[in-house]
Structures are given as C-alpha cells and as structure tokens.
C-alpha cells in the first residue's frame, strides 16, 4: 500500500486501484466474470483477485457460487441509499448555478415545487443590471413562465392542475381540468424538454428579457428543482442550439446526474 501526494493531501493507491474495480461493476448491468471485470477496470485478473476477495468479505462484492461472476453486494447497497438519503437537492445545485451564473452572466434562479406551485429559492444577480420582479419566494405562474412549464414538463398531470386550482396543501378543494390551450402548453413543453432539454420564453411574461429553463430530476426521475436562466434579449438568444442553451441543459444534466439520474431527455 503507498501513498501519493496529489492536491496536496496524501492519497492512498491501493484504495483506488481497489475503488476502479467497484466503479467498473457499478457501471455494468449485471454481474461480471473476474476477467471481464479486471479488463474494465484496465487490470490483470491476477491483481484484481485479491481485491474482490477482500470485497467480499466487507459485503461490498458478492460471488455467484454457480457461475462465479462478480456483483455488487449488500454494503454497497446500504452504502448507496445512505448516500441518496443525504442529497440534499439545493446544496448540490447550489455552486453549479453559480458557476452557470459566473461562466453565462446571466441572472440564474433555483425554483422548488412549493405549496403554491414554482416557487424560487434562490436568485443570483446577472453581471449586468437586469430588472426583474424575482426574488426567493416569488411564486411563479405554472404554464406562463418557462420555470413554471418546465415543471409541467416533468410533473404529473394532476399536480398540475391542483397548482392551477391552488388546491396545493389542501386535500379538500378540487383540481381544475385543464382546459384544451393549457393541456396544449403542457404537451408542447414536455416535447421541448424531450427534443432540446430546456423550455424557452421570449420576452414575455418579462418584456425585454428571454429565459432558459430545465427541470432536475432526482434517482427517480422525478423533477425536485427547476433551474432558469434569464437574460437580455439582444444578450440571450432563443434558439435551441445556443450556447445559453446548452449551458442550461448541461447544467441541469450535471445536477441531475449528481442526485443520481441516470435517464435520458429522449428516453
């Protein structure tokens, strides 16, 4: 066993060759022979061998007696629902939405599903002036903002008509049915989320200032946030391909793969 010093802290090889191993057969779907698993995790199988031994005896590994094949056991099991059970959502999307914020310049907002509808949390500022009524705890419009409707295109649909209802937190007033032009805004941002992975709104409901917005799902798929990001018009272009596009996607992407996603847009 010996140590390296890298970023200025001592690291302990053999736990990583080690770790390599676990790595290769949480990424597989099912369980691996010793030598398929010591080639995926770029070993000689008579390396890897005391590894998994040890593995196995901490419940991290388990080998079929049949077969012989590697899979992971019931540590790892516990190990990853502890971790799951940890996430806290916000902490994760925290400095991801403000590197998107540092790197863009634009003005970047985190929204949770509260007891009204969206509701935003968080706001960091746009490096330039930008004039908007959200702040934390703005409430805002479910099919009328593009925080709202990338919401709905992750949510069910009852829980969108409870929010238009404002029937949220109270079991006894009944959910709206949604009329045909607002069922119509839930089926189109649920398709701009399945194609591009990001809903759109150009210069409304804030005139002048256009917005990005991408729903984070959690292990489950289920949307636990919604990160936006709002800028000027003539700063911020709508077109699906842009680089604020991109940059919104591939941050909610980030966050989601973080929370334990392992889905895709287009699934």
């Known amino acids: 066993m010996s140590g390296q010093e890298e970023g200025g802290q001592r690291a302990v090889?053999?736990?990583?060759?080690?770790?390599?191993?676990?790595?290769?057969?949480?990424?597989?779907?099912?369980?691996?022979?010793?030598k398929d698993l010591a080639a995926r995790a770029g070993l000689p199988s008579a390396r890897a061998h005391p590894y998994l031994v040890s593995f196995c005896k901490l419940g991290l590994i388990e080998q079929d007696p049949t077969t012989g094949h590697y899979a992971l056991g019931p540590?790892?099991?516990?190990?990853?629902?502890?971790?799951?059970?940890?996430?806290?959502?916000?902490?994760?999307?925290?400095?991801?939405?403000?590197r998107l914020a540092e790197s863009t310049g634009y003005a970047v907002a985190l929204a949770l599903w509260g007891n009204f509808g969206p509701t935003v949390v968080r706001m960091i500022e746009a490096r330039q002036p930008l004039l908007v009524a959200m702040r934390a705890g703005t409430v805002m419009s479910v099919l009328h903002t593009a925080t709202g409707r990338a919401f709905a295109a992750a949510l069910p649909a009852e829980r969108i008509?409870?929010?238009?209802?404002?029937?949220?937190?109270?079991?006894?007033?009944?959910?709206?049915?949604l009329t045909p032009q607002e069922e119509g805004l839930v089926r189109q941002a649920r398709?701009?989320?399945?194609?591009?992975?990001?809903v759109r709104a150009e210069g409304r409901p804030i005139p002048n200032v256009n917005a990005f917005s991408a729903?984070?799902?959690?292990?489950?798929?289920?949307?636990?946030?919604?990160?936006?990001?709002?800028?000027?018009?003539?700063?911020?272009?709508?077109?699906?391909?842009?680089?604020?596009?991109?940059?919104?996607?591939?941050?909610?992407?980030?966050?989601?793969?973080?929370?334990?996603?392992r889905g895709d847009w287009a699934a």
Not at 161 to 177: I, K
């Open 13 to 34: 090889q053999s736990v990583e060759v080690g770790g390599r191993l676990l790595l290769a057969l949480g990424g597989h779907p099912a369980p691996m022979s010793l």
């Open 75 to 98: 540590a790892a099991l516990q190990l990853g629902l502890t971790c799951l059970h940890q996430l806290d959502p916000m902490r994760v999307a925290g400095p991801v939405a403000e």
């Open 161 to 177: 008509a409870s929010a238009m209802a404002g029937a949220l937190g109270d079991p006894a007033r009944p959910a709206v049915q």
């Open 191 to 198: 398709e701009d989320v399945r194609l591009h992975g990001v």
């Open 215 to 261: 729903p984070v799902l959690d292990h489950e798929g289920q949307a636990v946030l919604v990160i936006t990001a709002l800028g000027h018009q003539e700063d911020l272009p709508v077109d699906w391909d842009s680089a604020a596009a991109r940059a919104v996607r591939d941050a909610a992407l980030e966050m989601s793969r973080r929370l334990g996603w």
